[in-house]
């Protein structure tokens, strides 16, 4: 695999991007709504560097099914649907990939009557976009490469890896999905 970020990397672009937020945000309470499971370690930092009232919510979607490497179907979990009426959100993704969850992630929580509804990425894949929509707040600009590591997976392996990395398209063949080890 290729190391394409670093943790101090990393660290230092989150820290940008709270600065972003908490000017955008200044004096106002913020509702984080993370997607569940990617964006779990972005989210906890994010929530560490925004120096503002926060409330933090999860909502389940996933597109990406046992070994693929490109989205599927979006799939939404009901049940974590939060409260978002009269509040000022935040939707908090991983990856804009070609778009489409964000999208309806985005359509779904207007539905539900927020006073302002915006998104931000840590990371925005290169020429991936399908949809018009595009993150109010982005980390960083990647290739168009599978990516593992701070809260990203392939096969749930790779999400504790502090740094991001881009897997060679050996390696996303030869891994077994229950192992992890190459067959």
């Known amino acids: 695999m290729q190391e394409l970020l670093s943790a101090e990397e990393i660290e230092r672009g989150v820290a ?38 926060v409330r933090v919510a999860l909502v389940q979607a996933r597109s990406y099914r046992g070994g693929a ?4 179907r979006l799939v939404v979990h009901p049940d ?9 959100i935040l939707l908090v ?3 804009f990939d070609t778009g489409q969850t964000l999208a309806h992630l985005l359509d779904m929580l207007d539905e539900l009557g927020p006073t302002s509804i915006h998104s931000a990425v840590l990371l925005r894949k290169s020429g991936r976009a399908k949809v018009a929509c595009t993150p109010d707040y982005v980390g960083f600009e990647i290739p168009d490469r599978f990516v593992v590591g701070y ?18 398209e050996h390696e996303l063949t ?10």
């Open 151 to 168: 809260g990203l997976d392939y096969h749930d392996l790779y999400r504790h890896l502090p740094y991001l990395a881009a897997l060679e």
């Open 93 to 95: 993704d991983d990856i």
């Open 80 to 88: 974590f649907t939060p409260d978002v009426a009269g509040r000022d």
């Open 174 to 183: 030869e891994l077994h999905p229950t192992t992890g080890r190459v067959s």
């Open 69 to 72: 490497t490109r989205p599927g």
């Open 16 to 53: 940008r991007m709270a600065g972003e937020i908490q000017r955008g945000y200044a004096g106002r309470s913020l509702t984080l709504v993370g997607v569940l499971t990617g964006s779990i370690v972005f989210l906890a930092d994010l929530i560490r560097k925004l120096d503002l009232p």
